[in-house]
């Protein structure tokens, strides 16, 4: 079993960052794939960025690339989201997931744990 805890949320005005964290425990962190994904009122929950266990590949939701980065330290078993320039439309809320799999990856289905959520608010 994973246990993976969010933080970082908040209520944010319309250019501003956020770095989400996400703190695993459980199960080797150093070796699963981690992923955020995230889920606006209404919508289905979509893909935000992944990355791999150790060779540093990364992706991102086209619609978002340039205004995220995303980071891991395996050293405290935690991987990061950082937004920039944040946008009304990125309100949501926002989910780490991990992978038992080594490779990153934009497909939901292929992350077997998620943490609960952090809510993020961006006014106008």
Not at 90 to 105: G, I, N, P
């Amino acid at each position: 079993q994973v246990q993976l805890v969010e933080s970082g949320g908040g209520l944010v005005q319309a250019g501003d960052s956020l770095r989400l964290s996400c703190a695993a425990s459980g199960r080797t962190f150093s070796s699963s794939a981690m992923g955020w994904f995230r889920q606006a009122p209404g919508m289905e929950r979509e893909f935000v960025a992944a990355i791999s266990c150790s060779d540093g590949t990364k992706y991102y939701a086209d619609s978002l690339k340039g205004r995220l980065t995303i980071s891991r330290d395996n050293t405290k078993n935690t991987v990061y989201l950082q937004m920039n320039s944040l946008k009304p439309e990125d309100t949501a809320v926002y989910y780490c997931a991990a992978s038992r799999s080594y490779s990153a990856t934009r497909e939901e289905g292929n992350y077997d744990y998620w943490g609960q959520g952090t809510q993020v608010t961006v006014s106008s």
